[in-house]
């Protein structure tokens, strides 16, 4: 292990320093375990035995001491403020007792451990396996597997681990007192506890806490055993023989606090795992609004071992406050007893607080006026028995700022949560409702709307898309004879009032989603990712939204667009948030995420089923298409289809035309798609003969065996009884010639549009050219290599010819305009066919 690596790691993150700071505070160790940082983790976490036992934990923790001040002793102080220094922890040292500070600190390694796996998916630390070989887990596991799998509450599972013959510790008996065995077992001290890994196994935690709770069950009945002993002693006449009583009481009243201690260091270490693993969670739970996989049900484990926790803490706090009430010496403050009864009072408040969460959440991207749901689930409603008067809730909406001062000051503030509201919701109120049948408490909403939004004021070039917000769900319920608020933030939201918003507005929670930290203030997120992690997080969204996944290839060519065409070829791996969705791509209007989103739109709602068969290409640049193309060994009529990089939600299709060059046509979009899906398109081009396979292991197909299941049944056309001709829309493209003729359309005696241009339009046999009702608007399309269209004269000149009738004599004139245009040299067209224009 690395010189201090374990604390640089938590030392990196502002809320893991935080939170080991103040449990090494609880004992002073703080400045120890900054002073020597890598010699106590390399000393503690090279150990080759565990304690198992009293007798030899307090020989590891004796010889600990003894190499720390020597440590400390030998460290070089390089100014007398640190020779103090050094001495006042040595004094530390010898004031606290062995045991106790060898098993703090050991404990602190656990959570730091536990803590820098969560935030880190580096696991160069020695992070050993839970041993889960003990009868109260078999005894647990066959229970839940007879029951079917199904749900059982704590206490169902604590009696099954109790029949289950579970080793317990005998922490009621002698067993911290001098003449204690040897054989004593000290599992419940949290000192077998081995360092915990980043992902668990929800059933082996689960067997954890029936573990540790039996066992304390045991310290539990050793507190009841000093109460009768103390009602007895108060009963005895004063004697000699009661003294000596006397003092035995006092000393298993010494041992019995010493077990209440390490069985709450044993609890904490439980609490953090399970609360770790509900982070988890709620990590996958933000992954999904990207469109990752996400199992739901897990939610259901993670609760079992809540219910499970609850009791373990209730009891704790039960068996403290007996050992307060019933056994009291005089001039004995109690002290002890007091700081363990307010540690367990917090962490039972912690766990009820932790336990209420968004389960369902609403719409990430939030429009005004529009209804939505969504909903909370209390982990704990069942176990504390809330479900017998369940509480109300209610939703606000919270602005970034807000978020950020409600959840730094979230424990001490008051019931006005509507002056910390940044806009109006309709039916924000639920009432919690409880499920028998599965134990879920919660409650839904079902018919909210956001009706009114308060903006911050913009810096620089931010935007209303940037903004982000949050729903506050809160509630309050009496809890142990307390009254307690329970409160929990969504995942962040963007809100907008338009359609054309959206695109931005989803790559801000795009970008959220995929890189922000369950725990942080709300909603501070990275502006700068590797590679390897965008292209998660893009491959994601893609095949979430179109049902299959981007290739190797399709990704290596996002990556060289996002690169802004990097000259120097260097590959920089790290991408920003200007690059991926602020900056302008080059020579374009728009950026890249605007590209990328335009493109899963179109092929969601246009392309899907011919994406999903693997029939277009996609994402491949002109120049590989060309050459891709050029060494195809079918030859003349292969073809590709590739999403457009000059316009927005555009796909192309790039052929190898009769003279065995490279003809690429004008990107259709979905404004084009409305009126001719692009399989019927691609029927219409007789030149397109042979699809060129998306994947070198994939043969190439003939046009028809790879389109034809998404080919439109055409109907043949039949004179209708009111006197008008039917007329059909079909894709024309000029394929070569000055007069040739235009491939996919019959003959007719009408000169052709330029050469290599597409028109889509309406033919009628019995007229002398191509014309359109006013209801379809003909285009005609300009083969261009720079994948643009010129079409803007040809339309204003189409919409003028759709308004004359098919005799106007206008039409001759604009007829012969188009053919002296076409024959001028400025306009040269080599063309192979040689046909007159009759009228």
């Not at 795992?273 to 049900?297: D, K, P, T």
């Amino acid at each position: 292990m690395s010189s201090m690596s374990l604390w640089k790691r938590i030392s990196s993150h502002a809320d893991c320093e935080q939170r080991m700071a103040a449990y090494y505070n609880k004992k002073g160790l703080y400045e120890l375990r900054l002073c020597l940082a890598p010699w106590i983790e390399d000393r503690i976490m090279s150990e080759q035995i565990t304690p198992n036992s009293a007798e030899q934990l307090e020989r590891v923790a004796l010889k600990f001491n003894e190499d720390l001040q020597q440590k400390l002793l030998s460290t070089r102080a390089s100014d007398q403020a640190l020779k103090y220094r050094i001495v006042e922890l040595c004094a530390l040292i010898q004031r606290t007792p062995a045991v106790e500070l060898y098993s703090h600190l050991r404990s602190g390694l656990q959570k730091e451990l536990q803590l820098a796996a969560e935030k880190s998916a580096d696991q160069s630390m020695p992070l050993n396996s839970y041993n889960m070989n003990n009868s109260a887990a078999a005894a647990a596991a066959t229970a839940v597997a007879m029951n079917g799998g199904g749900y059982m509450d704590a206490t169902e599972l604590i009696n099954v681990a109790a029949l289950g013959g579970t080793s317990a510790v005998n922490m009621a008996g002698p067993g911290f007192l001098p003449n204690v065995g040897a054989g004593a077992n000290v599992t419940s001290l949290g000192l077998n506890m081995p360092m915990v890994t980043a992902k668990v196994e929800l059933f082996e935690v689960h067997n954890e806490i029936l573990q540790a709770y039996n066992e304390f069950t045991t310290c539990a009945k050793g507190v009841e055993v000093l109460i009768q002993s103390y009602s007895y002693m108060l009963s005895s006449p004063n004697t000699p023989e009661t003294e000596t009583f006397c003092k035995r009481v006092i000393e298993q009243k010494n041992a019995s606090v010493l077990r209440l201690q390490h069985s709450l260091m044993s609890y904490e270490k439980l609490h953090d795992l399970v609360i770790a693993e509900l982070n988890n969670w709620r990590r996958q739970q933000a992954l999904a609004g990207n469109g990752a996989q996400f199992s739901e049900n897990r939610l259901d484990e993670i609760q079992r071992c809540f219910d499970l926790l609850e009791a373990f803490v209730t009891l704790l706090l039960q068996t403290i406050k007996d050992a307060l009430l019933h056994v009291r010496f005089p001039n004995d403050p109690d002290r002890e007893l007091n700081c363990l009864f307010e540690q367990v009072q917090m962490l039972q408040k912690s766990l009820v607080l932790s336990a209420f969460i968004v389960d369902k959440q609403p719409p990430q991207v939030m429009k005004t006026n529009t209804r939505f749901a969504a909903s909370v689930r209390w982990l704990l409603g069942s176990q504390l028995g809330i479900h017998r008067n369940p509480p109300q809730v209610e939703c606000v909406i919270m602005s970034e700022l807000h978020s950020q001062r409600f959840v730094s000051r979230g424990s001490t503030m008051d019931g006005n949560f509507a002056g910390q509201s940044s806009g109006e919701i309709q039916n924000c109120t639920s009432t919690m409702e409880y499920q028998q049948s599965n134990h879920v408490f919660s409650a839904s909403f079902r018919n909210m709307q956001l009706k009114k939004i308060k903006r911050a004021e913009k810096k620089g070039t931010e935007s209303v898309m940037d903004e982000k917000f949050a729903l506050l769900f809160h509630a309050t319920a009496t809890v142990s004879d307390y009254q307690i608020r329970v409160w929990t933030l969504s995942l962040p939201v963007v809100v907008i009032v338009h359609g054309n918003q959206e695109p931005q507005s989803w790559a801000t929670i795009t970008w959220d989603n995929a890189f922000a930290e369950i725990v942080r203030d709300p909603f501070v997120v990275t502006d700068r990712v590797t590679w390897g992690q965008l292209s998660v997080a893009l491959n994601t969204k893609f095949g979430s939204c179109t049902q299959r996944a981007l290739t190797t290839e399709n990704l290596e060519f996002l990556y060289e667009k996002l690169q802004r065409d990097n000259i120097a070829g260097e590959r920089n791996e790290c991408i920003s948030w200007n690059q991926f969705c602020k900056e302008p791509l080059p020579d374009r209007q728009f950026t890249f995420w605007e590209w990328f989103f335009a493109i899963m739109k179109l092929t969601k709602d246009h392309l899907l089923s011919m994406w999903r068969a693997g029939r277009i290409t996609g994402f491949i640049n002109k120049a590989k298409a060309h050459d891709d193309l050029m060494r195809a060994t079918t030859g003349i009529g292969t073809f590709l289809l590739r999403f457009s990089d000059s316009e927005l939600g555009g796909v192309t299709i790039a052929y190898v035309n009769e003279c065995g060059s490279v003809t690429m046509l004008s990107p259709w979009t979905a404004r084009d798609f409305q009126i001719l899906n692009l399989a019927d398109r691609i029927r219409d081009l007789e030149m397109l003969r042979c699809l060129h396979p998306t994947d070198v292991n994939v043969l190439p197909l003939d046009r028809d065996l790879a389109f034809g299941e998404f080919y439109t049944q055409r109907s043949e056309a039949t004179p209708r009884v009111d006197g008008y001709v039917p007329s059909t829309i079909r894709v024309q493209v000029r394929t070569s010639g000055d007069t040739g003729s235009i491939s996919g359309t019959p003959h007719h005696s009408m000169q052709s549009p330029p050469q290599d241009s597409m028109s889509l339009g309406n033919y009628s046999p019995q007229s002398g050219i191509s014309y359109n009702p006013s209801s379809v608007a003909t285009t005609y399309y300009n083969r261009d290599d720079s994948d643009s269209d010129d079409s803007i004269v040809a339309r204003e000149l189409e919409l003028y010819v759709n308004n004359l009738a098919p005799d106007d004599p206008m039409l001759d004139q604009i007829s012969q305009t188009i053919y002296y245009a076409i024959e001028s040299p400025a306009y040269p067209v080599p063309s192979p066919y040689n046909q007159t224009v009759p009228y």
